[in-house]
């Protein structure tokens, strides 16, 4: 049998992994969300110059929004290809990324918590336990939790976010 390799840039799989329809958490984003850091796990037959050409395109194009207040953090870690699996494309990439929309997973989880409080759904299980014997305040904290987190990711997509409030 003939193996059919397909010519697979390293910036065609880095663009491919920036795609929406490639992300495996379903977001909102706003006109305002942007990347915080990026990590590109590239496998394949690369050289670090195709890397560097590639990502020096993919800021000038403007192909991912960053954070207004820092550098655009895309880091690269290259791998060989895997004896073990068998790939038609020359170059193969994972993207793992830290990305402000995430809020908006955290905010649609945060809704559907206050519903289910608000009925008292599915807590009696949780009243019988020792640790929640004095209430289930566990539960309001865990929800501040969130909710900070929330604020936090809205706050830094402004570009005053490193910027102390008495503003040093």
Not at 25 to 33: A, G, L, R, Y
Not at 40 to 65: F, M
Not at 120 to 145: H, K, V
């Amino acid at each position: 049998t003939t193996k059919i390799v397909r010519k697979t840039t390293v910036l065609d799989v880095m663009r491919r992994l920036l795609q929406t329809k490639n992300k495996m958490v379903s977001t909102t984003p706003t006109k305002s969300s942007c990347y915080i850091s990026i990590l590109n796990i590239i496998q394949g037959d690369v050289e670090p110059t195709e890397v560097h050409k590639s990502l020096l395109r993919i800021r000038e194009r403007r192909i991912a929004q960053f954070i207004p207040w820092g550098p655009a953090s895309i880091q690269v870690a290259l791998t060989k290809k895997s004896p073990y699996t068998h790939s038609q494309h020359r170059v193969s990439g994972l993207m793992m990324a830290n990305h402000t929309s995430i809020a908006s997973l955290f905010n649609r989880t945060l809704m559907q918590y206050d519903r289910l409080r608000k009925r008292n759904a599915f807590l009696d299980l949780y009243r019988r336990e020792p640790m929640f014997a004095d209430g289930l305040g566990e539960f309001d904290d865990a929800r501040e939790t969130v909710l900070d987190l929330i604020n936090e990711y809205r706050a830094c997509e402004s570009e005053s976010y490193l910027r102390t409030p008495t503003g040093l």
